[in-house]
């Protein structure tokens, strides 16, 4: 699976919207951009993917840039209960096996 | 209900003691898996169990024992426990192998060896 860099760690305020980048410059074409997320003390909660249109569910959305060499996940507008370990995981399409999960972005969210 | 559940949620033993790991997912999902969470908070995969059949077991030592009875189970069992084994260890499910990219967690159980 392709590599994902993320920044490591950052802040929003509470009913603001969030953008969490998340570069894949090694992305092949049947790569599927996944987001994940980690609430303390709590296993990994799958958030959103994509392939190449932007994705929209109840939880987030996920923008996929045209080139696909980078994506950001939106939460349009963070609560306190949205502060958690943030995954970026690229799998191609129908590939069995597990997850490979980097070091994600942990976004804080002040009231 | 919740959807994979793993029990202890804590485990606090001696080095050298046999322990075990519960987990059970009422999705109606095929595969099941096992991951550890290190101090450093890093996620790795253990083992992978598809239809009670063992798929992928990474680079971990023999101590370490899962068991499928069916599928909707797969346990942990760990031998002869280290300190280094103290982490915290998740289990998941997906529906299928193809799937594992939208798999269900458990709320994890953290291993404490001293």
């Known amino acids: 699976d392709a590599k994902t860099t993320q920044p490591n760690s950052m802040e929003s305020n509470e009913e603001e919207p969030v953008h969490l980048p998340c570069n894949h410059s090694t992305i092949s074409g049947t790569d599927y951009i996944h987001w994940y997320r980690q609430l303390p003390s709590q296993g990994p909660e799958y958030v959103i993917h994509?392939?190449?249109s932007n994705v929209n569910n109840r939880m987030a959305s996920l923008a996929i840039a045209e080139d696909r060499k980078s994506s950001t996940l939106i939460l349009h507008r963070a609560t306190l209960r949205d502060a958690a370990v943030y995954y970026c995981?690229?799998?191609?399409?129908?590939?069995?096996?597990?997850?490979?999960f980097g070091k994600g972005t942990k976004l804080s969210v002040k009231p | 209900d919740t959807a994979v559940s793993q029990t202890p949620k804590y485990l606090v033993t001696q080095m050298g003691n046999d322990k075990s790991i519960k987990c059970e997912q009422n999705l109606g999902h095929d595969t099941m898996y096992w991951y550890k969470q290190d101090s450093k908070k890093f996620l790795k995969i253990m083992f992978s169990y598809n239809n009670k059949e063992l798929i992928i077991n990474e680079t971990v030592p023999n101590r370490f024992s899962p068991k499928s009875p069916d599928k909707a189970h797969l346990n942990l069992h760990i031998n002869s426990l280290e300190l280094g084994d103290s982490a915290v260890y998740f289990c998941?499910?997906?529906?299928?192998?193809?799937?594992?990219?939208?798999?269900?967690f458990g709320q994890g159980t953290r291993l404490t060896v001293v």
């Open positions: 994509g392939l190449t």
């Open positions: 995981i690229l799998r191609v399409r129908g590939s069995q096996g597990n997850l490979i």
């Open positions: 998941a499910s997906s529906q299928d192998m193809g799937r594992a990219a939208e798999a269900f």
